[in-house]
């Protein structure tokens, strides 16, 4: 995953009318990390909310297995098993390689530091060649930020097989990614996501592929980051030192967003 950053000519105008909610200030769907000591709590917010609007979007659909493809450290792992009923059996796979090695370690840690590891089973596995999986016997397949992971057609197109041999006839799948256009509102940074499948393209590819029923919503959740976090995240999405010598004073001034997501589902 990448990220493409640009300075935008509209300077966000201040977080005005910003609440304390849970010790972390909230502006309407902005979630606002302005210091260190705020970063891991908006990141567990967001992933809290995204984990509310997945299970939303299953709706009063009847299951008991879910899986979850690129799980990485759990982030929404968690939040979504906290969210499920106690019968709901999730399986995590992920690669965990390249600049993801050893989140497969991080993941088996966090499930077990909150008690949620009987009710996963967690390991690796390229979505591309599920193994150790039988056809017909997953009712739900869920992902967020692996479709990007997945940017050529042949990729996508072999996740997308071993996603429809898994899925039970009248399986449902959802996939949350960051939208390729910056969040709307004005501000200082865009931070733009790339690469990113488009809405469009991805109904065309998972048509093609035997789905239906394809709908897209948006989690319009955002997240501030003040100049400490901004740095930090920037660092972690690729930026050079040289980039972020460059815009400083920007930064300093004006921090960062996260784009916004789009959600894609379909049924088998
Ligand atoms: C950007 S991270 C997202 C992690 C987590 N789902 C989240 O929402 O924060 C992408 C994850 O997808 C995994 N991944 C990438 N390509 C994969 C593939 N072909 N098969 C399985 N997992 C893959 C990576 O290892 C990484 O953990």
Not at 9 to 24: A, F, I
Not at 128 to 157: A, F, M, T
């Amino acid at each position: 995953m990448q990220a493409d950053f640009r300075i935008a000519k509209n300077v966000s105008q201040s977080l005005k009318r910003s609440l304390k909610t849970g010790g972390l200030e909230v502006s309407g769907r902005k979630i606002i990390a302005r210091n260190r000591s705020d970063l891991s709590k908006a990141w567990a917010r967001y992933y809290d909310l995204l984990a509310a609007q997945f299970v939303e979007r299953i709706g009063r659909r009847r299951f008991r297995v879910i899986l979850e493809a690129g799980c990485g450290k759990g982030q929404l792992t968690i939040p979504l098993l906290r969210r499920l009923p106690r019968e709901v059996k999730v399986i995590a796979i992920d690669s965990s390689k390249g600049p993801y090695a050893g989140w497969s370690k991080v993941l088996s840690q966090e499930l077990r530091r909150a008690g949620l590891e009987k009710r996963v089973r967690s390991f690796r596995s390229d979505a591309r060649r599920i193994r150790g999986i039988e056809s017909e016997s997953v009712d739900i397949i869920v992902s967020n930020e692996l479709l990007c992971d997945l940017p050529y057609d042949p990729q996508l197109e072999k996740a997308l097989i071993e996603f429809y041999r898994i899925l039970r006839p009248g399986g449902f799948m959802i996939h949350g990614e960051w939208s390729s256009s910056p969040a709307a509102e004005p501000q200082a940074f865009l931070v733009k996501h790339w690469p990113s499948w488009t809405p469009d393209q991805l109904f065309s590819i998972m048509r093609k592929n035997g789905f239906h029923n394809f709908q897209v919503t948006y989690f319009d959740t955002t997240i501030h980051f003040g100049y400490e976090n901004a740095l930090k995240e920037l660092q972690t999405w690729g930026a050079t030192k040289r980039f972020l010598r460059r815009n400083d004073a920007v930064l300093k001034r004006e921090g960062i967003e996260l784009p916004y997501e789009h959600m894609v589902e379909c049924e088998k």
